[in-house]
């Protein structure tokens, strides 16, 4: 389908791939998340910042010389890339998947920093949000949006530790599925949610 042919909306028509932007763009998304890893982490001199300017400058003109639209680009559309290969997103590994829910492994990382060693709530949710629409999706076939998700936090969750997250579907009516989730470190509870999607009509943005 094209631009053109396009009705608008979310579409179900994402070109989902494993070889877009070649065998070495995992490896690529991984520098990139280790930049932003660096750079939250960095005392740079101001000798340093003038140099990284004009370094990031180079690089900024490389890639807006090759952006291209949602539905085409590897980032976020590469299923065997962690977290589909989209830095905007915590990156984690699907574990297993099915209609009844999802099993991942997460980490984060200095890039992610609340506070005191930390992860930022606001990136807990982030993971639950994704982790959910999946869920939604596998559970209708459909693209599904949130209508409402609410977090408990429910002890500290560390940075650089490998979390589970754990998702189910727990009622379908209609339109609505009703989701809940969990990230543990081992045995421990770090948050939990639960959270109301909403199957996307045909065309509905
Ligand atoms: C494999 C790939 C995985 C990708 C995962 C990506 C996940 C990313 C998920 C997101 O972050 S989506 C972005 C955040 N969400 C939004 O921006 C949604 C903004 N809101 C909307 O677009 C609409 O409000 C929404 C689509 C959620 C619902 O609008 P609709 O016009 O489609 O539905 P409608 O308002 O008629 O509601 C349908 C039913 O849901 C109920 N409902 C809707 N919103 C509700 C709500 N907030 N609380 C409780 N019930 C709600 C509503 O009462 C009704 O119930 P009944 O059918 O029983 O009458």
Redesign the pocket.
Known sequence: MTDEQHEGGFRTD?AISVDKGGPRYGEFVESARLFMDRVRAAMPTEELVDDLIDELATINAKLEAVAIDEWNSPSGTRIDLPA?GNITLPPYLVNRADATGVDATLRFTRFHLGGNNAAHGGYIGTAF??????T???ATGK??????LTVNYRSITPLYTDLSVTTQVTKV????IFVAAQMRDGDRLCAEADG???A??PG??
């Open positions: 994402m589909r949000d994704d982790l959910l629409g999946m939604g999706a596998l693209v599904t949006r949130t209508a409402y009516d209609g339109r609505k109301l999607f909403i996307l009509n509905q943005p």
